[in-house]
């Protein structure tokens, strides 16, 4: 089956980097938009960034010119390079894929979720 895998999370100090890598695997045909989400204590989850299959991408104004998201198509993964992380940066983040699979309907498939805060 077709699933996502995250890593990449962990603590780290305002100003300080982090990179996230969730990588596809399974009965894949093809992907079109990857994208990143967050979820901090008491809101709702939240558009980070996405990209699509061709490379363009979508930024939540609070992490433009400090977040970059890419992908790697020959490896159906796609990161998330945060640089001058703030506390306020810190949530549960869900990598997401459209897949359209080999042997299934074609789904909204999303990772298991990885811890990213920032504290001093």
């Known amino acids: 089956q077709v699933q996502l895998v995250e890593s990449g999370g962990g603590l780290v100090q305002p100003g300080g980097s982090l990179r996230l890598s969730c990588a596809a695997s399974g009965s894949i045909f093809s992907i079109n938009a990857m994208g990143w989400y967050r979820q901090a204590p008491g809101k709702r989850r939240e558009l980070v960034a996405t990209?699509?299959?061709?490379?363009?991408?979508n930024y939540a104004d609070a992490v433009k010119g400090r977040f970059t998201i890419s992908r790697d198509n020959a490896k159906n993964t796609v990161y998330l390079q945060m640089n001058s992380l703030k506390p306020e940066d810190t949530a549960v983040y869900y990598c997401?894929?459209?897949?359209?699979?080999?042997?299934?309907?074609?789904?909204?498939?999303w990772g298991q979720g990885t811890q990213v805060t920032v504290s001093s």
């Open positions: 990209i699509t299959s061709g490379g363009s991408t």
């Open positions: 997401n894929a459209f897949i359209y699979s080999r042997y299934s309907v074609p789904n909204d498939y």
